[in-house]
C-alpha cells in the first residue's frame, strides 16, 4: 500500500469516528416517544406514579421529568415550567428529585472542535500530498494536458519472423531495425533514416501487429498512443499532449513512436463547416511542427497506422515527416496460408485438414478473418466435446464468417422454400458455366443471420488482380439469375432479389463511370467517389453536365438489360438442371460441389 493511500485510509477513518461520537451524542438527547401534560396527570390520578426525576435545563425554568410509572415503565416529559410540574407532583404525594443544572463536558467544549478540526487538516494534507505526487482528482486536473502514451520496452516482444504472409513489408521495416541498432551505417555514407513511416492498408492485415514487431525487434523504447487520445473537447489539451509525447521520446531516444489511427487528428485541414478555429486543426500542426519544425529530433522514428489515407492533410504526408509509405494489402493466396499456419500452431488439427485448399477459398480474407475462421472452427470443435478440429469445423465457420449463421429453426412455408431453391438453383447455374466466377461450392436454403433466406456460395481458384470487362459482365449475369430463375417458373418475381439487383447496378455504374468500359460514353471518369468531405465539396457542382447523366443511366440500364436477356438464355438451356437442381435442394435443403456438378453429368 502506498504512503498516500495510507494517508487517506487514517483521514477518513478519524472523520468516521468524530462523525459516530458526534451521532451518538445527539441520540443522547433524542426523545424517546410522546409523553404530554394530559397523559402524565391521568397517570397522577390512576396512581401510576412512583417517583420522578425532574432536570431543569440552563434556559430556566424549562426542562424535562423522567416519570417512572408503577409497573417500571420510564417516560420522558418536556416541559416549560418546572415549578408548575414540580407542584403538581407534590400535589399527588409525589416528591420529585430535582437535579442541578447540567455542565458542559469538557470533550464537548473542548475536545469535539479539536477532533473536527484535526480531520479536516489531515484531509486537506492529503489533497495537497496527492496533487505534488501526481494521484487523486486534482492530479488528474493538473496533468489533463499530459501525454497518455504508453511507453514499452522491445524486450520479450514478438519479432518480425512471426509475422506471415508479409514479406515485402517486413523487408521495407527492416532498414528502420537496422538504423535504431547501428546508425553510423548509414551516417558514414550521408544517408538520413526516414523520420516518418505510414502504414495504410484495409482493416485487419496487420498493420499495428507489424508496429509491435518493429519495437520488438529493434529493442527500443516503444511509444504507443491512439490518434483520439490527443483531441478533447477543450482547446489546447491536443497539441499540449504532442509536446509532452516528444519531450518524453526526446529523453529515451533512440525510440519510436507509433500513432495508430491516425486519421483521427491528421485529417484534411479545412473541412470544418463554418470556417472556425478548430481543436483536432491546432493539434495536427503542432505534430507537424515536431515531426520536421525548427527543433531536431534526432533518433525519433514515427510510425502510423490508418486505413484511410485519402482523407490525411497532405502536409504530413510529404517527405521529411512520412517519408516512406508501406501499403498493408490483403495477403495472397500463399500468404494466406502462411498466416494458417501460424495461427493453427496452438490447435490440434485433424488429419483431414487441408490447409492449403482453405487458403484457395478464401481469397479476399485478411488476417484479422483468417485467425477468426480458424477461432470459429475450433469452438466448433469444442463444442461437438472434440480434442481436434476437423475439416467440417472449418466448413462450417467459413459459412457463418463469410454469410452468416444458418437459422435451422427457422419456419419457412413450402412456397417460400420452393421460390428460394429455384432462385439459389439460377444463381448455381451460371457459376458453373460462366468461365470466370465459379465454379460452385455450397448450395443452400437454409435462412442466415444476415437476412437472407438462402446462399450459393463460389469457390475462386485463383487470385486475380485485375477485374476484367469480361468478368464484370459475368457477376453482373450472376447476380441476375435468381430473379429470371423466379421470372421463368412461377410467371412472377418477389423482393428477394434486391440486393442482387443492388450489387449489379453498382458494378454497371463503375464500369460506365470509373473504369470507362462503355463504348458510347467513352473513356472518361465521370465518378465523384464514394464519400463527400461536405467542408470541401460542398458548394461544387459535378464535373459533367445534366445531359450526360441522362447518358450514364441510360448506358447502365442497356447493361443491365443485355445480361438479364444472355442470363436468361443459359438458363433456358439449362432449365432440366434448374428443375432438378431446386428438386434436390427441397429433399436436402443443402447440396455441395460434386453433388451440383453431377446434375450437370446426367442431363447431358
Not at 432438378?580 to 453429368?601: P, Q, V
Request: aromatic share 6%; charged share 25%.
Amino acid at each position: 500500500m502506498t504512503r498516500n493511500s495510507k494517508g487517506f485510509n487514517f483521514s477518513f477513518l478519524l472523520i468516521l469516528a468524530v462523525l459516530t461520537v458526534a451521532m451518538y451524542m445527539n441520540s443522547l438527547t433524542s426523545v424517546e416517544e410522546s409523553y404530554t401534560m394530559g397523559a402524565l396527570v391521568r397517570d397522577l390520578e390512576a396512581g401510576k406514579v412512583s417517583s420522578a426525576v425532574i432536570q431543569p435545563n440552563e434556559e430556566t425554568p424549562t426542562g424535562s421529568a423522567r416519570i417512572t410509572l408503577q409497573e417500571g415503565e420510564s417516560k420522558t416529559i418536556y416541559v416549560t415550567e418546572v415549578n408548575e410540574l414540580q407542584k403538581k407532583l407534590e400535589e399527588y404525594n409525589i416528591d420529585p428529585l430535582v437535579k442541578d443544572l447540567p455542565k458542559e463536558s469538557w470533550f464537548s467544549a473542548y475536545g469535539l472542535p479539536i477532533l473536527l478540526a484535526v480531520g479536516v487538516g489531515m484531509f486537506v494534507l492529503y489533497m495537497v500530498n496527492g496533487q505534488n505526487s501526481g494521484g487523486g482528482t486534482n492530479a488528474k486536473m493538473m496533468n489533463f494536458g499530459k501525454s497518455r502514451a504508453k511507453m514499452t520496452k522491445g524486450e520479450g516482444q514478438i519479432k518480425l519472423d512471426s509475422v506471415a504472409g508479409l514479406k515485402e513489408e517486413k523487408e521495407e521495416l527492416e532498414e528502420i531495425v537496422t538504423f535504431l541498432k547501428d546508425p553510423a551505417k548509414f551516417t558514414k555514407v550521408g544517408a538520413r533514416i526516414p523520420k516518418g513511416v505510414l502504414l495504410e492498408g484495409p482493416p485487419g492485415t496487420g498493420k499495428t501487429l507489424l508496429a509491435k514487431d518493429v519495437a520488438g525487434e529493434a529493442n527500443v523504447p516503444f511509444f504507443s498512443i491512439s490518434g483520439s487520445d490527443f483531441v478533447e473537447m477543450f482547446v489546447g489539451v491536443g497539441a499540449s499532449r504532442v509536446r509532452d509525447l516528444f519531450e518524453d521520446a526526446k529523453k529515451n531516444s533512440p525510440c519510436i513512436v507509433f500513432i495508430d489511427e491516425i486519421d483521427a487528428v491528421a485529417r484534411r485541414r479545412g473541412t470544418g463547416m463554418g470556417g472556425g478555429h478548430d481543436e483536432r486543426e491546432q493539434t495536427l500542426n503542432q505534430l507537424l511542427v515536431e515531426m520536421d519544425g525548427f527543433g531536431v529530433n534526432e533518433g525519433i522514428i514515427v510510425m502510423a497506422a490508418t486505413n484511410r489515407v485519402d482523407i490525411l492533410d497532405p502536409a504530413i504526408l510529404r517527405p521529411g515527416r512520412f517519408d516512406r509509405k508501406v501499403t498493408v494489402g490483403v495477403p495472397d493466396v500463399g500468404g494466406r496460408e502462411e498466416i494458417l499456419k501460424v495461427h493453427a500452431k496452438n490447435k490440434p488439427l485433424g488429419e483431414d485438414v487441408d490447409l492449403k485448399q482453405i487458403a484457395q477459398t478464401t481469397a479476399g480474407f485478411t488476417g484479422a478473418d483468417l485467425e477468426n475462421l480458424l477461432n470459429e472452427a475450433a469452438i466448433q470443435a469444442a463444442k461437438e466435446d472434440r480434442a481436434f478440429v476437423q475439416q467440417k469445423d472449418i466448413q462450417k465457420s467459413f459459412i457463418k464468417v463469410g454469410i452468416g449463421t444458418e437459422k435451422k429453426s427457422r419456419i419457412i412455408s413450402d412456397k417460400d422454400k420452393k421460390i428460394t431453391a429455384y432462385h439459389e438453383a439460377g444463381h448455381a447455374i451460371l457459376f458453373h458455366v460462366l468461365p470466370d466466377v465459379g465454379p460452385v461450392y455450397t448450395v443452400s436454403i437454409i435462412p442466415t443471420g444476415v437476412g437472407a433466406a438462402g446462399y450459393t456460395m463460389p469457390l475462386p481458384e485463383k487470385d486475380e488482380m485485375f477485374m476484367t470487362r469480361g468478368r464484370m459482365l459475368q457477376e453482373i449475369k450472376v447476380s441476375l439469375g435468381g430473379r429470371i430463375a423466379e421470372e421463368i417458373i412461377f410467371d412472377d418475381i418477389t423482393t428477394g432479389a434486391s440486393s442482387d439487383i443492388k450489387r449489379a447496378t453498382q458494378i454497371a455504374r463503375k464500369m460506365v463511370t470509373r473504369y470507362g468500359m462503355s463504348s458510347s460514353i467513352g473513356t472518361i471518369n465521370y465518378d465523384d467517389g464514394d464519400e463527400v468531405f461536405i467542408g470541401r465539396d460542398f458548394g461544387h457542382t459535378k464535373g459533367y453536365s445534366e445531359y450526360m447523366t441522362g447518358e450514364i443511366d441510360k448506358e447502365v440500364k442497356a447493361i443491365i438489360s443485355e445480361c438479364y436477356e444472355d442470363a436468361k438464355r443459359i438458363i433456358l438451356e439449362h432449365r432440366q438442371v434448374l428443375e432438378d437442381c431446386a428438386a434436390l435442394l427441397l429433399e436436402k435443403e443443402k447440396i455441395t460441389r460434386e453433388e451440383f456438378e453431377e446434375l450437370f453429368t446426367q442431363n447431358q
